[in-house]
T-cell receptor, first 112, second 115 residues
């Protein structure tokens, strides 16, 4: 099983719709989780951290399910500008001083 | 947020030559920087962890003699791809660890093409 797995998509979603995707991780000792957004040929940018209690930032909601070892990202009222690749990121057991482990990303296309 | 720059943004070199990529943290000091590479339609993969004043820690499968990393100051890390081959063509991205100890700030990346 890969360390971090995501459905690569693409997810084609009409503008205004709600879309959600998951990411599974294999290391049960992982402590920190993030969602990054990467636009074509650009560097990844932090979208949001994922807390145990779940967290919301505007139209974006992130959840963590430790029992099933997955995190999720929900986007409400999707905008054209949300089209991007969303990378699930896990910090290895060693903590923040380690590099990040990235999933392959889920490609999201918002259609007008 | 914190700013990290990379130079050059794009480089084309001939097979057998060496290429140096610079990563700078512009408004903060970074004792730890990371180097990643990304092939087309693939995920970012960590290559090495660069610690200021000490040797870099390489991930399994990454040749340390081929990818030379130097972290001479708290704001600069360099990656030198030695004797580059076409299979080294990739998108190389650096990141710098923020003071929180968890957040990483990414540079804009360097696209290397080896002909």
């Amino acid at each position: 099983r890969k360390e971090v797995e995501q459905d690569p998509g693409p997810f084609n979603v009409p503008e205004g719709a709600t879309v959600a995707f998951n990411c599974t991780y294999s290391n049960s000792a992982s402590q920190s989780f993030f969602w990054y957004r990467q636009d074509c040929r650009k560097e990844p940018k932090l979208l949001m951290s994922v807390y145990s209690s779940g967290n919301e930032d505007g139209r974006f909601t992130a959840q963590l399910n430790r029992a099933s070892q997955y995190i999720s990202l929900l986007i409400r009222d999707s905008k054209l500008s949300d089209s991007a690749t969303y990378l699930c990121v896990v910090v290895r057991e060693g903590g923040g001083a380690d590099g990040l482990t990235f999933g392959k990303g889920t490609h999201l296309i918002i259609q007008p | 947020g914190a700013v990290v720059s990379q130079h050059p943004s794009r480089v084309i070199c001939k097979s057998g030559t060496s290429v140096k990529i610079e990563c700078r943290s512009l408004d903060f000091q970074a004792t730890t920087m990371f180097w990643y590479r990304q092939f087309p339609k693939k995920s970012l993969m960590l290559m090495a962890t660069s610690n200021e004043g000490s040797k870099a820690t390489y991930e399994q499968g990454v040749e340390k003699d081929k990818f030379l990393i130097n972290h001479a100051s708290l704001t600069l890390s360099t990656l030198t791809v030695t004797s580059a081959h076409p299979e080294d063509s990739s998108f190389y991205i650096c990141s710098a660890m923020g003071t929180s100890g968890y957040e990483q700030y990414f540079g804009p990346g360097t696209r290397l093409t080896v002909t």
